[in-house]
């Protein structure tokens, strides 16, 4: 028994060293190689989902990987952006939901999925680029909560025009909401209601550049904490003309204001053309999922 005990004692040592690890990889020196070379989630030709696009959402809940993407076919008018959903048991096979599309009578792209006690949140971009929250029990079935209503420092409505890919972080009781504004940089809204979000500031607290590889559009994906550091996972583009080859990109920040910029960006070659990154924690290690215009799975060397 004592033996028993004493070998269970190494194992969750060694399993914690391996975590510690690789999250010290992540913070320090986060390489990502491809699991495969090929994509591991496609467009589907001919269907609903003939095309995908911008940021989806790959999470580990439970057992269970689950995928949610925008799909679209270009063939059809009037355009409209669809939400799919999709699980897999290892985050590499996925198999469609037979309901797909599982959002289809109102516009739904961009987006992100948050836990949220026994709901799920989803922070996406409906027409015109107009941010939108919606909740759902299962992760199936949606309702929309309607546009979110951002507020300048002095309280009133931000300018007209787009804000979209809105990127949310809840702790301490407050909602923080990052979103762009046609790419032209990341700004921070608060909330403690999900209903009236603040400006921290009127200016973007994270700008395009100086570097070539994202000096003209940039948009945030994803915000993780590791080791009492803020991650951001971004993409961006240098490219003045379409199409456009975009990167993904790391940044790390103390208050989730002021950001730096990995020494690493960008996280694959730029030739790779892989953007809207989201970073998923498997067992003791780090996935990195690029999601537009194919999936690719990544992993943290």
């Known amino acids: 028994m004592i033996l028993c005990r004493s070998a269970l004692v190494l194992f969750c040592c060694a399993l914690f060293l ?34 995908i696009r911008e940021r989806g959402w790959v999470m580990k809940d439970g057992d269970v ?9 270009p063939d059809k008018q009037p355009l409209t952006m669809k939400l799919g959903y999709a699980t897999s048991k290892d985050g590499i096979t996925w198999t469609r939901h037979p309901q797909n599309p599982i959002i289809s009578d109102f516009w739904v792209e961009d987006i992100m999925v948050v836990r949220d006690d026994q709901r799920y949140l989803m922070f996406a971009e409906g027409a015109g680029d107009q941010a939108q929250l919606l909740e759902s029990t299962d992760g199936i079935q949606w309702k929309r909560l309607g546009t979110i209503d951002v507020r300048l ?36 809204a608060r909330s ?8 921290v500031s009127d200016e973007p607290i994270i700008k395009p550049g100086p570097e070539p590889f994202d000096s003209l559009m940039i948009a945030m994906n994803q915000v993780i904490k590791v080791n009492g550091k ?19 990109t790391l940044f790390e920040s103390d208050d989730l204001i002021h950001w730096k910029k990995s020494a ?37 060397k």
């Not at 403690?192 to 603040?198: A, G, S």
């Open 18 to 51: 391996s975590q510690a690890e690789a999250d010290d990889r992540l913070l320090t020196h986060p390489v990502f190689e491809p699991v495969q070379t090929t994509p591991i989630f496609e467009a589907a030709p001919g269907q609903w989902d003939a095309k």
């Open 230 to 248: 803020y991650i951001a996972v971004l993409h961006g583009t240098g490219s003045p003309e379409k199409p456009r080859q975009w990167c993904t």
């Open 192 to 199: 403690t209601d999900l209903k009236t979000w603040t400006n």
């Open 65 to 73: 990987w689950k995928m949610w993407y925008t799909g679209y076919d």
């Open 153 to 188: 420092t002095n309280g009133q409505p931000i300018s007209a025009g787009p804000y979209g890919t809105p990127t949310a972080w809840f702790e301490n009781g407050v909602w923080n909401l990052f979103y762009e504004r046609r790419d032209a940089g990341i700004w921070l």
């Open 264 to 300: 690493h960006n960008p996280l694959r070659p730029v030739a790779e053309n892989k953007s809207s990154g989201v970073l998923v924690q498997n067992g003791a290690g780090w996935r990195l999922y690029t999601m537009h215009d194919k999936v690719f799975v990544h992993e943290l």
